[in-house]
């Protein structure tokens, strides 16, 4: 299976502070992949770098064979990537509908077809498109954070956390959807601290720690991993 994203030796500073020390990782097409770590690990920093709203100080990042670092953010969604953000930024004072408008701006085709396919993924967003976003509940933002990152029609959708600070029910109707999305063919790239659910959600993972990768595996492998399960799964077993 082709690589959609390679990121190669990547390293982003802020000031003097280093905080992805020359990570490597390959995200496959048609695969979801998590990275998981502790807070502070350098994860957002790596999605935003993708993306170019952080410069790298070095390494590369290849979307489809061709190098998009060093691109500006704007060019970089345009080749289909796209970074649902920490914290569900959405317009609070536009509708749902105006939000999904918004994600597809770089467009000028007709936008009814995928309006009416985010409206599919989510009948919650349907019932509710007059409504002004800022009013809806945490869960319903997140959705429409997700739909409206749809709008941009990408290959590669990166997730910042969507499951942060929602009830369990709702995280998983989250994951149910990143299931979906992926089957629908699009290529995931998934930051989270809920670990369990996002390693068995994912083909693939990467453990960061301070900065730097420490593990790999299939999901499978990293939720049966022992330093794993210590870590970030709340299952250490006792020592014999
Ligand atoms: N704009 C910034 N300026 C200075 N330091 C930053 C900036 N953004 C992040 N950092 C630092 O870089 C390191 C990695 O942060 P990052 O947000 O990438 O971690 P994270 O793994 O996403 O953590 P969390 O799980 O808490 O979201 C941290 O030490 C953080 O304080
Ligand atoms: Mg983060």
């Known amino acids: ?20 020390k020359n990570i490597s990782f390959e995200v496959p097409k048609g695969e979801v ?30 979307m489809n064979g061709k190098e998009i670092s060093g691109k500006s953010t704007e060019q970089i969604v345009a080749q289909g990537i796209t970074l649902v953000p920490e914290g569900r930024r959405v317009f609070a004072d536009l509708t749902v509908l105006e939000n999904l408008k918004i994600g597809a701006y770089m467009r000028k085709d007709n936008l009814e077809d995928d309006i009416n396919w985010c409206y599919d993924l989510f009948p919650r967003l349907k019932e509710r498109h007059w409504q002004l976003a800022g009013t809806l509940s945490g869960g319903e933002q997140q959705m429409l954070a997700i739909a409206r990152a749809l709008m941009s029609r990408p290959e590669v959708i990166m997730m910042d956390e969507p499951s942060l600070g929602l009830a369990p029910i709702v995280v998983q109707g989250v994951f149910d959807i990143i299931r979906e999305i992926n089957k629908q063919g699009k290529t995931i790239l998934l930051v989270e601290q809920n670990a369990n659910m996002a390693l068995h959600a994912a083909h693939h993972g990467y453990v960061m720690e301070v900065g730097s990768i420490t593990l790999s595996g299939t999901g499978q492998e990293l939720a049966e991993n022992e330093s794993v399960k210590a870590a970030y799964l709340g299952k250490a077993r006792n020592k014999k």
């Open 1 to 20: 299976m082709s690589n959609i994203l390679e990121v190669k030796n990547l390293c982003v500073s802020y000031g003097g502070i280093k905080a992805v």
């Open 33 to 62: 992949v998590t990275l998981i770590g502790a807070n502070g690990a350098g994860k957002s920093s790596t999605l935003r770098s993708i993306v170019g709203l952080v410069k790298p100080s070095a390494g590369k990042i290849l």
